[in-house]
């Protein structure tokens, strides 16, 4: 699904994001990304996607080369990738099947395909009761639970979540987390980034991936 080989990327201001990655994903496997902040988790989730380009090195994502300029390569890709960022871009004044229909419009799939695909990701993160609430009178934690929807309800094989768990207190970040661990299965990976490492359960079969200063090493876990 992922693979990264003498990867490094350098935004135009110098810094050095990260250095000479080499790293495989197969489908099907739980990732979480660990390391203190600023130490590349963040870009690491941005090349995957496509939304910045390694400066040397080699990067295919499911099967597509990540290279600067191959912009149809790109939309093609991320159509198969169901991001979850910080800040989730929810459109205001609209509903919340609403937005998860709007994650879905280039698809080229019916209404009422659409519609009914919303409304069983809405069921699924726990929030069937609030369908057809304005997202501007959801809590942070059902905008939260609204974007994981718009991400997951087109059936996504590779699911990026950027520190889901940021704001959340002990109970709530478990219950994120095993959503998102929910949506994998024998062709989607699920890749996470965390600071909260206590969090990860390491008897599960998962792949650890440790970033410092832009240097990434990776181990798995729970596996006899
Ligand atoms: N667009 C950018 N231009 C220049 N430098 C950047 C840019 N984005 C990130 N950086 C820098 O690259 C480094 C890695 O940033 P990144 O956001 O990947 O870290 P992170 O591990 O996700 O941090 P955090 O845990 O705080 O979110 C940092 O030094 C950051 O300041």
């Not at 699904?1 to 080499?22: C, H, P, R």
Request: charged share 20%.
């Amino acid at each position: 699904m992922i693979e990264a080989q003498g990867v490094s990327l350098q935004y135009t201001d110098g810094t050095m994001a990260l250095k000479d990655v080499d790293l495989g994903v197969e489908p099907g496997e739980m990732v979480y990304i660990t390391g203190p902040s600023g130490s590349g988790k963040t870009s690491l989730l941005k090349l995957f996607m496509g939304m910045e380009y390694p400066t040397s090195g080699k990067l295919n994502v499911l099967g597509q080369p990540i290279v600067k300029g191959q912009a149809t390569n790109i939309r093609r890709l991320r159509m198969s990738i169901g991001p979850v960022f910080q800040e989730f871009k929810l459109i205001k004044g609209r509903t919340a099947i609403e937005n998860v229909m709007l994650g879905m419009r280039f698809l080229g799939i019916s209404a009422s395909q659409l519609k009914e695909n919303a409304n069983n990701a809405l069921v699924k993160v726990g929030l069937g009761h609030k369908i057809f609430s304005l997202v501007d009178n959801l809590s942070w934690g059902e905008c939260q639970r609204v974007a994981i929807a718009r991400a997951v309800a087109r059936k996504p094989v590779l699911i990026l979540a950027d520190e889901p768990t940021g704001n959340l207190d002990l109970k709530n970040a478990l219950n994120i987390l095993e959503l998102l661990t929910s949506f994998k299965d024998h062709k989607t990976a699920v890749i996470i980034t965390t600071h909260a490492t206590h969090l990860i359960d390491d008897k599960e079969d998962i792949k650890l991936i440790q970033v410092d200063k832009g240097n990434v090493c990776w181990e798995r876990l729970g596996r006899a």
